[in-house]
């Protein structure tokens, strides 16, 4: 099994990131069995979900070798715990974009052309929330590797407050894609069809959901200091 410490040494700020790219990773396979859904290229999603439980098992590895790694000494102004606790919720990033992916696989998932505009809209949103997610914990390596604070701080709080807001907009567009989906199988008795749609929807939601805590939680760890 591939040890990432031997390529980034026992650097924690780098795994971090590393780990965040693993993470980041899984979103991208995400949104190709979603694009392959949207398109009706059902039989390219089964090979993408394996390559996607890969990744989160390298994401799952890469959050033990943290765990076991990190010290006190190597982290000036933020405890070991809170690390620890980063590092989880960006594993459950992971976990939840191979649950989104492995519902997509479970047989052809069709959207109407009623609900497929404001899917992509509310798809979208949630990848928003993931990638300013991202760089939020971009800055907050910036941060602790250069030791800074003051405007810094302020800067990332800002970051946090336009992704807090980005996941309630993805959560309106959730409530009226709901909405619209239980509109529909009033008339259409495909409850099996039905439960899947209205379960990667929910799937999509917990992802934007943990982006925005992991957000909210790098800015609590810094308020801390």
């Given at each position: 099994?591939?040890?990432?410490?031997?390529?980034?040494?026992?650097?924690p700020f780098k795994l971090l990131m590393a780990h965040m790219q693993i993470v980041s990773s899984s979103m991208e396979?995400?949104?190709?069995?979603?694009?392959?859904?949207?398109?009706?290229?059902?039989?390219?999603?089964?090979?993408?979900?394996?390559?996607?439980?890969?990744?989160?098992?390298?994401?799952?590895?890469?959050?033990?070798?943290?765990?076991?790694?990190?010290?006190?000494?190597?982290?000036?102004?933020?405890?070991?715990?809170?690390?620890?606790?980063?590092?989880?919720?960006?594993?459950?990033?992971?976990?939840?974009?191979?649950?989104?992916?492995?519902?997509?696989?479970?047989?052809?998932?069709?959207?109407?052309?009623?609900?497929?505009?404001?899917?992509?809209?509310?798809?979208?949103?949630?990848?928003?929330?993931?990638?300013?997610?991202?760089?939020?914990?971009?800055?907050?390596?910036y941060i602790l590797e250069a030791s800074f604070g003051g405007p810094e701080f302020d800067k990332v709080r800002h970051?946090?407050?336009?992704?807090?807001?980005?996941?309630?907009?993805?959560?309106?567009?959730?409530?009226?894609?709901?909405?619209?989906?239980?509109?529909?199988?009033?008339?259409?008795?495909?409850?099996?069809?039905?439960?899947?749609?209205?379960?990667?929807?929910?799937?999509?939601?917990?992802?934007?959901?943990?982006?925005?805590?992991?957000?909210?939680?790098?800015?609590?760890?810094?308020?801390?200091?």
């Open positions: 099994m591939l040890k990432f410490s031997k390529i980034f040494g026992s650097n396979k995400l949104q190709e069995a979603v694009h392959c859904t949207l398109e009706g290229n059902y039989h390219a999603i089964g090979p993408i979900v394996s390559e996607l439980s890969k990744i989160e098992f390298n994401a799952d590895s890469l959050k033990l070798e943290i765990r076991n790694s990190i010290t006190k000494a190597f982290f000036p102004i933020i405890r070991k715990e809170d690390v620890l606790e980063l590092v989880i919720l960006q594993d459950m990033i992971a976990n939840k974009a191979l649950e989104a992916g492995s519902i997509l696989s479970y047989r052809h998932l069709e959207f109407s052309d009623t609900l497929k505009p404001l899917f992509i809209d509310y798809n979208k949103k949630c990848l928003d929330v993931f990638e300013d997610t991202k760089k939020v914990v971009l800055e907050l390596t970051m946090v407050e336009i992704t807090a807001h980005k996941e309630y907009e993805s959560d309106l567009l959730r409530q009226r894609l709901m909405k619209e989906l239980y509109a529909l199988s009033a008339h259409d008795q495909n409850f099996t069809l039905f439960y899947q749609t209205n379960k990667f929807i929910e799937t999509l939601g917990q992802i934007a959901h943990v982006c925005e805590g992991l957000a909210l939680k790098i800015l609590l760890t810094l308020d801390k200091n």
